[in-house]
Each structure stands twice: as C-alpha cells, then as structure tokens.
C-alpha cells in the first residue's frame, strides 16, 4: 500500500517524488520509457534558473534523479495500463495497473506528460535533437545567425517564428493551406517582420542531413512541384498529445484529452492530482512542470492528512 503513485518519470513528476519524499511519504514512481520526459528531445536547456549559460537536460535529468534517489524513491520503468479509480473499500483506494503488476495506493498523481505530434516525413525521427526540435523556447538560442524552417500554421508556430527570428537570420514558415489558421495579429506581425518568410502551399516530405539537417525537401500541394531548401533547423509544431490515454476518459478532459484540474491540482475525481504537460494550461515549460509537481505532493499531503 502506497500513499502516492506518481505517474510519469518528467521533470514534474520528479519534482513531485520529491517532495512527497521530503512529506516522508511511501510513494513510488512509475515511468514507461525513460526517466526525463520530453526534455530529452533537446540537448540543451538554457532558461532554466540557476543554471547561466545553460545545463545539459541529461544533466538536469541526473541531478532530478540523484535527489529522489537521496530519498530513496522508487522508480519502476513500467507502463500503466489502467487507474482503477475509488475501490469501494474501508477508504477511498487506487489500484495502478501496469504490464507488469498491479499496486494499490492512497492517492495518484498523473505527470504522463505529453507528446509533439509527428510531422511524419523522412528523415524526422533520425535527426531529433540534431536540428530537429519540437520547441522554440528550449531549442532557439542554438540556432543563433542560422536558417530554420518552422512547419505550422497555427499560433503556437507563428509564436514560435517569432521568437525564432530573435536568434535566427532567417525563419521560413511552411504550411500546407494557402491562408494561416494563427490569429490576424499574429499573422500581421509575422508579415512584418522581416526576417520572416512565408511558404504556403506545401508541406515537408523530406528531412534531409547526415549527422544534421541540412534541408528539407518541399512539395506544392497544388502543383505537385517539389524543391530543396537549406536550413540547419526544423521546428514543427503540427499539434501536441497529451499521454492521456491510459485514463480512458474517467476524468475530466478538454477535447484534446488534456486534464481539467482546479487551483490545487485535484481533478474530478478526489484523491487524484495532476501536473506537467498533461495538464490543460497555457505555458508547457519545464520551470513550471517542476512547480506543478510540489504543488502537487503539497495537495496530495494535504488529502492524506
């Protein structure tokens, strides 16, 4: 019997093993990969506090783990089939099951964490990490006087090329239709800026590059025309997914399955906290995954008492 379960092994979930280890709490962590979340998709993080001039996410990452560690929490590399919500026993129960075994806890804290949908073309899943990114806050500031390529057509790719063109010498925005789906203001101050320019019409078959992007091959959706253009980086952001699947919808979600929680992090169903990018939100960082995550134990604590 458990006091807490914490689902995901990301910079939330460590964060909330740690302090429901700091409560004194029996508390187990389950990851289905690897230990770190989406973090790893980058090498490098450089706005997280403490750290000028940046830190390595594997180092961040071991530093995480060493912590929980001191506390001797529990990391099991197992996948969660199913949370059994609210066992009719003496108290309200969880059961946790996984590919491996089933656990019973007192409470649950979900930081699954959540996922950039792929764009799909060749070459893309070779070169991430390597050009390749999913995130212009974490990843911009290596592509300084560089050219990239950002795929979208939505706000959150006009925000990113935006922000992009703070460090990027040229920012080429590839989309599929021939109108932007990103607010009017955004798209005006895209067009304004000039280091912005524009390929609609088209979409990205082909990541190319060895050891690195180097170009990624376009294809006119309407002429069936292709070409080649040089960058040394590729933003996509077509989407994210929440890895929220597990939960089969028992609590409440937006359309998109991210889960609905209140200021201290309780979702519909009592005893059950969520935190990180599988919570709805506005900002996805990892400095406010880790805040979410102490929120959390601190809610949990709070329940169990």
């Not at 764009?119 to 806050?137: D, F, M, N, P």
């Not at 025309?225 to 597990?246: A, E, M, R, Y």
């Amino acid at each position: 019997m458990y006091d807490v379960i914490i689902i995901g092994a990301g910079p939330a979930g460590l964060t909330a093993a740690l302090y429901a280890g700091r409560y004194r709490l029996n508390a187990l962590v389950l990851e289905q990969l690897s230990v770190g979340g989406q973090i790893i998709l980058s090498s490098t993080i450089e706005n997280f506090p403490g750290f000028p001039g940046g830190i390595s996410t594997e180092e961040l990452i071991e530093r995480f783990k060493k912590q929980t560690e001191e506390l001797q929490i529990k990391v099991a590399i197992e996948e969660v089939k199913e949370v059994v919500f609210a066992l009719k026993l003496k108290n309200s129960l969880y059961n946790i099951n996984t590919n491996c075994a089933s656990y019973q806890t007192r409470s649950v804290i979900i930081a699954s964490g959540a996922q950039p949908k792929r764009l799909g073309a060749q070459g893309e899943e070779k070169l991430i990490g390597r050009g390749v990114s999913y995130c212009a806050t974490c990843d911009g500031p290596l592509f300084k006087n560089k050219e990239v390529v950002v795929i979208g057509g939505g706000d959150k790719a006009i925000e990113e090329a935006l922000f992009l063109t703070s460090y990027a010498s040229l920012v080429y925005v590839i989309h599929r239709r021939d109108t932007l789906r990103a607010s009017k203001i955004l798209e005006e101050k895209a067009r304004a800026n000039e280091k912005i320019r524009f390929v609609l019409d088209s979409v990205v078959e082909k990541v190319k590059g060895s050891d690195k992007v180097e170009a990624v091959k376009i294809k006119n959706v309407k002429t069936g025309s292709t070409s080649l253009l040089n960058c040394q980086g590729v933003f996509i952001f077509v989407g994210v997914l929440p890895n929220t699947d597990f939960l089969k919808r028992k609590l409440e979600m937006d359309e998109n399955g991210f889960i609905i929680t209140d200021q201290e992090l309780q979702t519909s169903q009592k005893g059950v906290f969520a935190c990180g990018d599988c919570r709805k939100k506005s900002l996805y960082q990892v400095i406010n995954a880790c805040g979410e995550g102490a929120v959390a134990a601190a809610s949990v604590q709070r329940y169990l008492i």
